[in-house]
């Protein structure tokens, strides 16, 4: 099925406007009474701004668009000029609870993702709800160690290329240790000769999607 742009207005603390692409399978229409898993990504800061094609650059848009029987509902919005994850970490709840009531979502199997901001915002995201995703993949990002804390029981898989020189592979490495300090379900996927783009290869590898497949809430 065609992957779709669409806007989101929520009344919230403040009104929020979130552009979207949206990623239906092929058989969505078909199979009524199917319930898909579903990914939210969150692009990196490149893709920033108001024209959401960009953020089909990298990632699961990408993907979708190449194969459009991926078996995923994918929801993936557009950060705004001079913004990042952390803010808008108010419209992405919404946006989340928007797609799963209009569509056929299998409310056990949401996962999230996302690369180098993206990958910030996912560890973010994914700590500060950790109830809402069976699964996240944070890719060459990082974030606050003395804040894992919440996603504990939460399967968490991180990639990220030793060669980075934008985001530097220690970011991982220490969202990673103090996870596995606490006994999260946590693991590390290094590429030693990428760099900063660790997340061609790994959207590309079908193990992660049979991963993210084992796990549900």
């Not at 009531?101 to 915002?121: I, K, N, P």
């Not at 220490?174 to 783009?197: S, W």
């Not at 290869?201 to 084992?214: I, M, Q, S």
């Amino acid at each position: 099925m065609t992957q779709t742009s669409h806007r989101m207005e929520k009344e919230i603390l403040k009104k929020v406007s979130l552009n979207y692409l949206l990623h239906l399978p092929d058989g969505y229409e078909q199979e009524a009474a199917k319930r898909w898993p579903l990914i939210l990504f969150l692009h990196g800061s490149g893709e920033r701004g108001d024209n959401v094609e960009r953020v089909a650059v990298h990632g699961i848009p990408k993907l979708a668009r190449q194969q459009p029987d991926f078996p995923f509902i994918a929801v993936s919005p557009q950060c705004p000029e001079d913004s990042f994850w952390g803010a808008e970490m108010d419209a992405l709840i919404p946006l989340l609870d928007e797609i799963m009531a209009r569509y056929h979502v299998d409310t056990t199997r949401v996962y999230l993702t996302g690369l180098s901001m993206g990958g910030y915002g996912a560890w973010q995201l994914g700590a500060a709800h950790p109830d809402r995703f069976a699964a996240v993949v944070p890719i060459c990002g990082g974030g606050n160690p003395q804040r894992v804390e919440p996603l504990k029981e939460t399967p968490v898989w991180v990639f990220h290329g030793a060669q980075d020189n934008v985001v530097p592979l220690s970011e991982s490495e220490k969202m990673v240790e103090a996870l596995q300090t606490i006994g999260g379900n946590v693991k590390l996927t290094v590429y030693p000769e990428a760099e900063h783009d660790s997340w061609t290869e790994t959207y590309a590898n079908p193990e992660l999607y049979e991963w993210l497949l084992r796990h549900a809430l």
